[in-house]
């Protein structure tokens, strides 16, 4: 983010770098957003909003307006705060067990009232702050603390398709897109493309970023990379899933 010059140093050397676990995706994630919003132009306007468990470690990384909220809460906290200040670029940051799990019904409905809103979504597959639990996400026969023997899809469903879902359920003007950290660019750009939808007005922007675990997987760097590149992006197919269609000029 664009460097503040009151910012006193014993903040900046508590908060930078970023607190999360070794390999973790997050800070990949929050990097793009963080050029994203420096690129637009908006930081005076950003209020970032994030959730419980790994995502609240982002709770003092950036300076701008942010609030901590409790878990699954984030996208209606945003809204409130959208509705409420409509001149507010509102970014509801979450993990993958915040926003299809215990906040799957705000999701949901946010995305079928066209909230002027941008969520951002990081997917690793598990719970990763509580132990590496499965998660709406855990892909079909992956093992987890609470899938030892691996997901039974049969018992348990499918992993969740974000993005999928919610260009499903979203009207005209809604974004849709799924980045990954092994493309820091292209997610960067999909971030971009999903705050100028909410700049323009034009309606709710999602997107979900593929992201590693390797405290909980129990990788190494290579192994990390593998699953993220090539496993994960086998099931969740990286790309635009909707965009608002180009006014003609």
């Known amino acids: ?51 419980i468990g790994c995502s609240l470690l982002a709770w003092d990384f950036f300076n701008v307006d942010t609030v901590q909220t409790h878990h699954g809460r984030t996208t209606p906290v945003l809204t409130g705060v959208k509705r409420a200040r409509p001149d507010r670029i509102c970014i509801a940051y979450m993990g993958d067990g915040g926003g299809y ?8 409905n946010a995305a079928a009232r066209n909230e002027k809103l941008t ?12 132990g590496g639990q499965m998660a709406p996400t855990t892909l079909p026969d992956m093992k987890t603390e609470t899938s030892p023997y691996g997901r039974n899809v049969a018992e348990t469903g499918y992993p969740t398709q974000g993005p999928e879902m ?16 092994a493309n820091v660019r292209q997610l960067k750009g999909f ?4 705050l100028q939808n909410q700049i323009d007005g034009n309606g709710f922007s999602f997107v979900e970023a593929l992201s590693g675990c390797p405290t909980n997987w129990s990788t190494n760097a290579k192994d990390t990379w593998a699953f993220i590149e090539e496993t994960m992006t086998k099931y969740f197919k990286v790309g635009e899933i909707k965009a608002p269609a180009k006014k003609e000029e």
């Open 119 to 130: 969520v951002i979504l990081v997917n690793n597959c598990n719970y990763g702050m509580t």
């Open 1 to 51: 983010m664009t460097k503040v010059p009151n910012m006193p140093k014993s903040w900046r050397q508590e908060t930078k770098p970023h607190k999360f676990c070794p390999g973790c995706g997050h800070g990949l994630v929050l990097k793009a957003l963080g050029e994203a919003i420096d690129e637009l132009g908006i930081q005076d306007r950003v209020v970032f909003g994030c959730d």
């Open 166 to 181: 919610v260009a499903a359920i979203t009207r005209e003007g809604a974004y849709a897109a799924r980045g990954t950290v």
């Open 191 to 194: 971030i971009k493309k999903a």
């Open 101 to 108: 799990a215990i906040g799957s019904q705000h999701l949901v």
